[in-house]
């Protein structure tokens, strides 16, 4: 009897906190690993830009990479590769990234990336714990500012 009042409670709790498992849930979007070698860059006319971490944000296409792949608990390196609706890399752009957890929230916690050659921008985050996570890539050009999210999952290591 007791054994039974128990898991009434806890089946209750978990229902009342929307803590039940859910099988609607999408995994998130991995980030691919940074390569920049010319001839791997991402095409933004392709038609599998989302297979390869792409996100089009009005007239600019953004890809972003994880070094290490996939990110883990601690230090990791972003970059970020923008070009214009032709493919051109914007090299004229302040990029920064706006890191989270989808599931609770740290606080705001942005870097500014470094530009790189070639319409690259690079920055050092760092991940508290692993989990779902979502980083905001704000592109500030022009006077004008464009964001672009990518939900990913932290590693432990």
Request: hydrophobic share 40%; charged share 15%.
């Amino acid at each position: 009897m007791i054994r039974k009042l128990f898991l009434g409670l806890v089946v209750f709790t978990l229902t009342a906190c929307a803590m039940s498992p859910s099988d609607s849930s999408v995994p998130p979007t991995p980030i691919p690993t940074f390569t920049p070698d010319p001839l791997t860059t991402p095409d933004p006319n392709a038609t599998e830009v989302d297979a390869l971490g792409g996100v089009q944000s009005g007239d600019l296409f953004v890809w972003i990479y994880s070094n290490p792949n996939p990110p883990i608990r601690g230090d990791n390196t972003f970059e970020a590769f923008v070009t214009d609706a032709n493919g051109q890399p914007i090299t004229d752009a302040k990029i920064s990234f706006d890191i989270d957890m989808t599931n609770m929230s740290h606080g705001k916690n942005v870097v500014e990336a470094a530009s790189m050659e070639g319409g690259y921008y690079s920055g050092e985050v760092h991940f508290l714990m692993p989990g779902p996570w979502r980083v905001i890539v704000a592109i500030e050009r022009s006077g004008q500012t464009s964001t672009v999210n990518f939900d990913f999952f932290v590693n432990f290591k």
